[in-house]
């Protein structure tokens, strides 16, 4: 039973690792070709000059 839930917590750790973390480079840079980084500055904050940028 331990070993279940031992399993499950993993495959769900993996799961949200996975989906939270942003698409770098091998330099450490935010690669701009995903979405989720289009519009940065580069010091990684939002660009508040495009819509996309700003939450209501």
């Not at 279940?4 to 942003?22: H, P």
């Not at 289009?38 to 700003?54: A, F, Q, V």
């Amino acid at each position: 039973m331990r070993k279940l839930i031992t399993i499950i917590a993993l495959v769900l750790f993996s799961f949200s690792s996975v989906f939270a973390q942003q698409h770098m480079t091998k330099s450490g840079k935010p690669d701009k070709r995903y979405n989720e980084n289009k519009h940065l500055k580069k010091d990684g904050t939002p660009d508040m000059r495009y819509s996309t940028s700003k939450r209501e």
